[in-house]
Nanobody
Framework: QVQLVESGGGLVQAGGSLRLSCAAS????????MGWFRQAPGQEREFVAG???????TYAASVKGRFTVSRDNSNNTVFLQMNSLKPEDTAVYYC?????????????????WGQGTQVTVSS
């Protein structure tokens, strides 16, 4: 089972940027699709972005054009570059490994989550 550790969260003003990282263990990382999700207080966890093992990407409509997902297979890391942040982006962001990547989204692997990293966007 892949172990995931997210980092890079913090407090930022609206319009600012943050770059999240997710470090994964395991030699099979390069063959996994990866995803980012977020969960705001009192809300369900929602899909944010996904990347296939070949580098194809998919985004939720709410972040498309502002967020960019990428991966570095040599370092077993996936990134989420978040620009033009809005207060409604405030949430705990989670990394997921080994889910199902489709053009319309990414379906999480329920057995592979990181601990999450808090992103807070002030207005």
């Amino acid at each position: 089972q892949v172990q995931l550790v997210e980092s890079g969260g913090g407090l930022v003003q609206a319009g600012g940027s943050l770059r999240l990282s997710c470090a994964a263990s395991g030699r099979a990382f390069s063959r996994y699709a990866m995803g980012w999700f977020r969960q705001a207080p009192g809300q369900e966890r929602e899909f944010v972005a996904g990347i296939s093992w070949l580098g194809g990407t998919t985004y939720a409509a709410s972040v498309k054009g502002r967020f960019t997902v990428s991966r570095d297979n040599s370092n077993n890391t996936v990134f989420l570059q978040m620009n033009s942040l809005k207060p409604e982006d405030t949430a705990v962001y989670y990394c997921n490994a080994g889910g199902v990547f489709v053009n319309a989204g990414y379906y999480a692997n329920s057995r592979s989550w990181g601990q999450g990293t808090q992103v807070t966007v002030s207005s």
